[in-house]
C-alpha cells in the first residue's frame, strides 16, 4: 500500500523550522491531525479538514486509521519516533503506510543549549510514567535529561533529589525549546526556588550527591544484584544480601524477561531483577498485607515503580499471569502443586530456583534435583560480629538452592 499517513515533527518555530518535504507534506494533506498548540502552528487552508487531537489516546489512534486511504498529515512534537505517536503508529501501520519527517527532539536541543554530549546524557521520560523511574540513574556525575509530565514536574524531581541525599544537584528547566518563548531555569534542587512556569519543559539534571558535616550522600546503588538488605524495607523476611546475589545470579535477568517472585517477602529479588534492565519486568506474589505494602515502599523507593504486586497464595494467585521467563519460590514451595504450576507455566529455556532453609524444604529440593535436574547448592554465610572485647563469626542459617532451566 503506498503512504497515506504522514507524520511530521513540528517544532515551536512551526512552519518555518520543516524541510521542503514536510512542509508539501501539510500543505498536500486532506486532512491535518495535531494538538491544539500543533495546529496553531499551521495557517488553515481552503478544502483540508483539520481536527484537534483528542483523549483517551487508544480513540484518538483508531480515528487516525479509520481515515486509511485519505492523504492524512499528524503533527508531532520533534521526533515522532522517540516517545511519540509514531512509534505507536509504526507498531499499528504496515511500514510502507506512513512516512515521517522528524525534527529536532528536545533532547537534542537541549543538549545544543547546554553543551552537553548528548551520547553522554541519560534520558527519562515521567510524562504519562512514574516520577521514580528516575531513581536507579542517581549517580554521582550523571548527567539525566527529564522529559516532564508538566509543569509540577521540575519542582516534584527537585523534592525527591533532595529527599534522596541528591539535594545540591543542578536543574536546568528548558521550556519551549526551539521557539520565540524558549527560556532556561537553573538552580540546586535543594530548596528549588522557580515558581511554576510552562508545562511544556525538559529538566536536565546534573547530579551531586551531598556530603559535608551532618550530610548524608546519597546511596548511588548500583543495579548489579546485591543490595545491601538496608536498603530493603522489611521485616525480616528477605532474601539476604550474599544469598540474594547468588539467587540473581542463577536467575539470570536478560533484557525484556518477566519474573515470578512466588512467596515475595519484601520484594527483594523482584525489585533487583526489575533493576537489572529498565526492559524487565517482575510479578510478586505475596499473601501477608503488611509485606505487600513493604513491596510498595520497596518498589518506589528502589526506582521500578512498574512491579506487579499481586495478592494471594500460590498457586492459586498464578492464575491468569503472563508466563515467566524465570521463576523464584522464595516461600511456599511446601504447599501442593506450586512447583509443578510454576514448572508448567515457565517458557521454554526459562529459569527456576528455589531457596530452603529448613529441612523439610531442602528434602523437595533434593525430589525436585532427581525428577528434572538442574543443580544444588548450599551457601553458609558469616559475618564478624563482637565477641567480647575481639570479634568472631556469626554464621547465618545455611541456604539450599535449587536452579533448574526448563527444556
Keep these: 500500500m503506498a503512504a497515506w499517513l504522514t507524520v511530521v515533527g513540528i517544532g515551536e518555530d512551526g512552519l518555518a523550522g520543516l524541510g521542503e518535504a514536510a512542509r508539501a507534506a501539510v500543505d498536500d494533506a486532506e ?8 495546529l496553531a502552528l499551521v495557517p488553515p487552508r481552503a478544502g483540508q479538514t483539520r481536527e484537534a487531537w483528542t483523549t483517551p489516546f487508544t480513540e484518538a489512534l483508531a480515528r487516525v486509521v479509520e481515515r486509511r486511504g485519505q492523504k492524512v498529515c499528524l503533527l508531532a512534537s520533534g521526533d515522532p519516533m522517540y516517545y511519540g505517536v ?3 503508529l509504526g507498531r499499528l501501520l504496515a511500514a510502507d503506510e506512513m512516512r515521517v519527517f522528524p525534527a529536532p527532539s528536545s533532547l537534542s536541543l537541549a543538549a545544543a543549549r547546554l553543551g552537553w554530549a548528548l551520547q553522554d546524557v541519560v534520558p527519562v521520560t515521567v510524562h504519562g510514567r512514574p516520577l521514580a523511574l528516575v531513581q536507579p540513574h542517581l549517580v554521582a556525575g550523571a548527567r539525566l535529561m527529564v522529559l516532564s509530565e508538566n509543569a509540577t514536574t521540575p519542582a516534584r524531581l527537585a523534592a525527591l533529589l533532595a529527599e534522596r541525599g541528591f539535594g545540591s544537584s543542578t536543574l536546568h528547566v528548558l521550556e519551549h525549546l526551539g521557539g520565540p518563548r524558549e ?15 510552562a508545562d511544556l519543559n525538559l529538566v536536565a539534571v546534573e547530579v551531586t550527591p551531598d556530603s559535608g558535616p551532618g550530610r548524608v550522600a546519597g546511596p548511588g546503588w548500583s543495579t548489579l544484584a546485591g543490595l545491601p538488605d538496608g536498603a530493603f524495607h522489611h521485616d525480616g523476611q528477605i ?67 512498574g512491579l506487579e ?39 521454554p529455556g526459562g529459569r527456576l530456583v528455589a531457596n530452603a532453609v ?10 525436585l534435583h532427581a525428577r528434572v535436574g538442574g543443580s544444588l547448592t548450599r551457601l553458609s554465610v558469616a559475618h564478624a560480629a563482637p565477641l567480647g572485647g575481639f570479634l568472631g563469626w556469626r554464621t547465618a542459617m545455611p541456604v539450599t538452592l535449587f536452579a533448574a532451566t526448563k527444556p
Design 31 to 38: 486532512v491535518l491531525i495535531g494538538g491544539e498548540r500543533h
Design 86 to 88: 509514531g512509534a505507536t
Design 183 to 197: 527560556r532556561c531555569l537553573s538552580g540546586p534542587a535543594a530548596g528549588w526556588a522557580h515558581a511554576p512556569g
Design 239 to 305: 532474601t539476604k544480601q550474599a544469598v540474594r546475589a547468588v539467587t540473581l545470579g542463577l536467575l539470570g535477568p536478560r533484557p525484556r524477561e518477566r519474573l515470578w517472585d512466588v512467596g515475595a517477602g519484601c520484594g527483594s529479588i523482584a525489585v533487583e531483577w526489575m533493576r537489572a534492565h529498565p526492559t524487565c519486568r517482575a510479578v510478586a506474589i505475596e499473601d501477608r498485607a503488611d509485606r505487600r505494602a513493604h513491596i510498595a515502599i520497596n518498589r518506589e523507593a528502589l526506582g521500578v515503580p
Design 309 to 347: 504486586i499481586v495478592e494471594g497464595r500460590a498457586p492459586t494467585a498464578l492464575a491468569g499471569l503472563a508466563p515467566p521467563d524465570a521463576v523464584f519460590i522464595g516461600g511456599g514451595l511446601t504447599g501442593d502443586g506450586v512447583f509443578e504450576t510454576c514448572w508448567q507455566a515457565l517458557r
Design 358 to 367: 529448613t529441612l523439610q524444604t531442602e528434602a523437595l529440593l533434593v525430589d
